[in-house]
């Protein structure tokens, strides 16, 4: 899908390098999210900031916490990438499901967090 025509490559998807290609190649109708042209306004707002961003993110989106994220975090991710894009989180990060159990479960009920030199161990 690299080679798709730009008329054929939503808005929000335009540049945004190595994970906009990915993102409009993944079959996001096997996830909860569903196919691209579903998409919510507010997911495609927030996936184009994202991409554009040279900070590491990282997007858990809806019940599921389906992973997306952007060009930055693949260097966070190494070896788990690009398998993480469209898992859930806590089956992409199992060494810390509790951890990202919890920021799903505040998250969801509409809470904030923060953490200070929080240490956690990921295999990446």
Not at 24 to 52: A, H, K, N
Not at 72 to 85: D, E, K, N, S
Not at 98 to 124: E, H, I, P, W
């Amino acid at each position: 899908m690299l080679d798709s025509p730009p008329a054929l490559i939503p808005d929000f998807l335009q540049g945004g390098g190595e994970m906009s290609a990915l993102i409009r190649s993944y079959e996001w109708s096997s996830t909860s999210i569903g196919p691209l042209s579903g998409w919510p306004q507010s997911l495609r707002t927030t996936v184009s900031i994202m991409l554009y961003s040279p900070v590491p993110m990282v997007l858990l989106w809806g019940a599921d916490g389906v992973m997306i994220y952007n060009d930055a975090y693949t260097v966070f991710a190494a070896g788990r990438h690009p398998r993480l894009l469209g898992s859930r989180v806590l089956e992409g990060w199992p060494e810390v499901a509790d951890f990202n159990a919890n920021v799903m479960r505040v998250g969801l009920a509409g809470g904030t967090l923060s953490y200070r030199d929080q240490k956690l161990t990921l295999f990446r």
